[in-house]
């Protein structure tokens, strides 16, 4: 993910939104301004989601009419973005690599300790 810009207006933010969503690129956006009581300017950074869209991304902000190389489903995209069995997929892949890890460690300590080489 990358960042494409950072915008001042609420308005601003929208229309780029809707032009990269209405082009098939992803993008997120995080609310870049200070949290306090006070009134502060607004600002929000946009990113394009995938890295294989990020020249096509800056050359739709220069030019609204380029075609983007690679549109993808924006809909089906944040579907399996949110969907729980992605997610569970990647933990579980995650704790198997991560088991996979400690045993391996634990097997190169103890031959360590029986070579004599210990520590």
């Given at each position: 993910?990358?960042l ?8 601003l933010?929208d229309?780029i ?34 890295d294989?869209?990020?020249?096509d991304?800056?050359?739709l902000?220069?030019?609204p ?6 549109p ?6 944040r579907?399996?973005?949110?969907s729980?069995?992605?997610r ?5 892949w995650?704790w ?7 045993l ?6 103890g ?9």
């Amino acid at each position: 993910m990358q960042l494409l810009k950072t915008v001042h207006s609420e308005q601003l933010r929208d229309e780029i939104v809707r032009l990269m969503e209405e082009n098939g690129i992803p993008v997120h956006v995080v609310y870049a301004g200070a949290i306090t009581p006070f009134p502060t300017p607004y600002r929000a950074k946009i990113f394009v989601c995938l890295d294989h869209h990020v020249d096509d991304a800056v050359r739709l902000l220069k030019d609204p009419s380029h075609r983007v190389k690679r549109p993808v489903n924006i809909g089906t995209y944040r579907f399996v973005e949110r969907s729980p069995v992605t997610r569970d997929v990647l933990i579980r892949w995650g704790w198997i690599v991560l088991g996979f890890v400690v045993l391996f460690s634990v097997a190169v300590l103890g031959l360590l300790y029986r070579s004599g080489r210990w520590f």
